[in-house]
């Protein structure tokens, strides 16, 4: 009902939720989630950008929360807007 998932990956827990309520039932072609990952001492939000209607980009490593995300929005292309990768 609330966009906000639970993740665990790497043998520990990890948070990705949104703002806008319309994520779950009928997401936009393109929206913002926050990823907060305990362990990676965060001093800021990291800020995804998913976009429904792009294809996922290709890239030399697999990303786990990237391939997270897309067993809700398939094939979505995700942008760590500047940020490093988490794999």
């Given at each position: 009902?609330?966009?906000?998932?639970?993740?665990?990956?790497?043998?520990?827990?990890?948070?990705?939720?949104?703002?806008?309520?319309?994520?779950?039932?009928?997401?936009?072609?393109?929206?913002?989630?926050?990823?907060y990952?305990?362990?990676?001492r965060?001093?800021?939000?990291?800020?995804?950008?998913?976009?429904?209607?792009?294809?996922?980009?290709?890239?030399?490593?697999?990303?786990?929360?990237?391939?997270?995300?897309?067993?809700?929005?398939?094939?979505?292309?995700?942008?760590?807007?500047?940020?490093?990768?988490?794999?």
């Amino acid at each position: 009902m609330l966009p906000i998932w639970i993740i665990c990956s790497e043998s520990h827990y990890s948070i990705l939720f949104g703002t806008d309520l319309s994520v779950v039932k009928n997401p936009p072609t393109s929206f913002d989630l926050i990823y907060y990952d305990e362990l990676a001492r965060q001093e800021d939000d990291i800020l995804l950008t998913v976009s429904t209607n792009k294809a996922a980009a290709k890239s030399k490593y697999t990303i786990p929360i990237d391939c997270t995300m897309r067993t809700k929005w398939n094939n979505a292309h995700i942008d760590w807007n500047g940020r490093t990768q988490i794999l």
